[in-house]
């Protein structure tokens, strides 16, 4: 207990550390315009954050993307159980997975708009952050399984089920897990990007777009704030999920040890 209030007292104190800066480097300047205070931008997010829109403009976003991640980790799945079974399918498809992670995602939002409508493009872009670390990742954890306890299951016979839940899944799930851990922060900033640069409607993005257009700087900033908060509440959240569900494993495994 100790040690967590400690650890909050540090972190607390590098904020306002940061705060200070923020706020010295604002006053120094003397121009809002180019360097509103972290006061104006508070002031301007208690603002927005009492208004029905800026809810409504938050949920979208945050939908975009988990729409996007949901259909990267079936398809991720799928690629990796498709490509670890044929051969031939890995070599046809690992020059795609190399090229979607060395292309930039402004590229990718460009050549999309082509084809999607605003409101797709980001579950696009996040899907295509996520897709090539779920597929590598699951891909890595099938090939690191035992082959002697597939022997071993094929030789008791065991029922898909069992195999799946004694077998594939605990190898697996550590690939998987960590996976998710590394993208999904990172598919929230892409995604909050391709907001921008699409212009997407009821949108995070499309607040930050018009902030800067119409040169609202404590909004582009208020907005900012937005991103970077929720950025750091969605990895906090997985870390915690998975962290539960590593102690879930931890005492599983007790209890099943336990004589």
Not at 9 to 31: D, K, N, Q
Not at 54 to 68: D, M, Y
Request: charged share 15%.
């Amino acid at each position: 207990m100790k040690k967590i209030a400690k650890s909050a007292g540090i972190t607390l104190l590098v904020i306002a550390f940061w705060l200070a800066v923020w706020w010295l480097a604002a006053y120094r300047m003397g121009r809002e315009l180019l360097l509103p205070s972290p006061i104006a931008v508070l002031e301007k997010l208690a603002s927005l954050a009492l208004t029905a829109e800026f809810w409504r403009i938050v949920l979208r976003s945050i939908l975009r993307v988990a729409c996007g991640i949901l259909l990267a980790i079936v398809c991720g799945l799928l690629l990796a159980l498709l490509t670890s079974r044929f051969a031939w399918l890995r070599r046809l498809f690992y020059p795609l997975l190399s090229v979607i992670k060395a292309t930039p995602v402004a590229s990718f939002v460009i050549l999309a708009l082509l084809w999607l409508g605003s409101s797709a493009l980001p579950i696009f872009i996040a899907m295509l952050i996520v897709l090539p670390v779920i597929w590598a990742a699951i891909s890595d954890g099938i090939g690191s399984l035992d082959p002697r306890l597939s022997e071993v299951c094929h030789l008791f016979n065991f029922p898909f089920g069992k195999r799946l839940r004694l077998f594939y899944l605990p190898t697996v799930t550590p690939y998987f897990l960590s996976a998710c851990k590394t993208s999904i922060g990172l598919a929230w900033k892409a995604g909050v990007a391709a907001e921008v640069l699409a212009v997407s409607p009821v949108s995070i993005g499309k607040q930050l777009f018009e902030a800067k257009m119409y040169l609202e700087t404590r909004e582009l900033f208020a907005w900012t704030v937005v991103v970077v908060l929720l950025s750091l509440l969605i990895e906090g959240a997985v870390t915690l999920l998975f962290r539960s569900l590593g102690k879930r494993d931890i005492r599983r495994d007790s209890h099943a040890k336990a004589p």
